[in-house]
């Protein structure tokens, strides 16, 4: 993909002396612009022309198997919802993960209103980056470039008629998320996460800001809780055993559930036959995945009962 390089026609030195003082040495003129955007207010948030409810599935920490649980959920949801209509949107623009767990790859077409149609597997209208860029083509862009790119795939998909959309999150609290939260109706965001201190610190970030930007935080889901030896069947808790439900009371969410470091899960999932639909229904695995699909459901339906909702 050709990508242009603006010039501005200025250089750093030249644009320090016209606009920096002693007092603002980067010319940023900081409480200026943060007043002006106070006046403006935050914008206002437009829902996804034919999409009903919008749940994020984000974590803190790249590696913590946020996507696998992304893909599986989607297709719980739809194996729980057989009459409903579920979508899943690839928002990591730089490692797009999406196309190789369903499966799918092409060119999108577009429709007579020159919308994106997605590409369709297990029932699952899916939108990925990875379906418009060459794969092992690195996407390099700045800032602006990825908030123009996430709102096409928000708003230039042809995702009518659509129950549920479920967004698999980039890692972090940066430009993505925000501008997720702050331009489209969010009914739930889920925070994925692993036992392991290190994860849990990063989760209980991102759990923070959804919960700071009005978004309500359906829980967590523990994931790689515990792995049981193929030999013996001994259950190992190598990532900790108890980090992710201190940290549900520190924040005030529930776990929704444990998923176990298991190998089938993560084969099916790279060989593009996630564990939900590749699996018997009386398998554990996918008995967890079919459980929390259940649980947000029903807490999706308690937060709009919710008075202050």
């Not at 092992?136 to 709102?151: F, K, Q, T």
């Not at 520190?250 to 998923?259: C, N, P």
């Not at 459980?291 to 459901?297: D, F, N, R, Y």
Request: hydrophobic share 45%; glycine share 8%; aromatic share 4%.
């Amino acid at each position: 993909m050709a990508l242009r390089r603006f010039n501005f026609g200025v250089t750093l030195s030249s644009w320090k002396m016209k606009y920096s003082t002693h007092s603002d040495p980067l010319g940023t003129n900081l409480k200026e612009r943060q007043a002006q955007m106070m006046k403006k207010g935050l914008p206002v948030k437009k829902p996804i022309e034919g999409v009903k409810n919008v749940i994020l599935v984000a974590s803190g920490k790249g590696g913590v198997g946020k996507s696998t649980v992304a893909v599986n959920l989607a297709l719980a949801l739809s194996r729980h919802l057989p009459s409903q209509d579920v979508g899943l949107l690839d928002a990591d623009i730089f490692g797009p993960s999406i196309p190789t767990m369903m499966n799918l790859s092409g060119n999108p077409l577009l429709t007579d209103k020159n919308l994106i149609k997605p590409l369709v597997n297990y029932n699952i209208k899916c939108m990925s980056m990875g379906f418009l860029v060459d794969n092992n083509a690195p996407v390099i862009w700045r800032g602006l470039m990825v908030m123009s790119a996430i709102e096409r795939l928000l708003r230039q998909v042809d995702w009518s008629p659509l129950d549920y959309l479920i967004i698999d999150m980039p890692p972090g609290t940066g430009d993505t998320q925000l501008s997720i939260a702050q331009n489209i109706p969010v009914a739930g965001a889920i925070i994925v996460t692993t036992p392991q201190e290190i994860a849990l610190i990063d989760a209980r970030k991102g759990a923070l800001m959804f919960q700071k930007v009005g978004i309500p935080v359906v829980g967590l889901v523990n994931n790689m809780a515990s792995y049981a030896c193929p030999n013996c069947g001994h259950h190992s808790h190598i990532f900790g055993a108890t980090g992710a439900e201190k940290l549900s009371k520190e924040i005030g969410v529930d776990v929704l559930v444990d998923i176990p470091l298991d190998t089938s899960i993560m084969e099916a999932a790279d060989g593009g036959y996630p564990i939900v639909i590749s699996s018997t229904s009386n398998n554990p695995l996918v008995q967890a995945y079919m459980s929390l699909a259940e649980k947000v459901l029903s807490r999706l339906s308690a937060i709009k009962d919710e008075p202050s909702r």
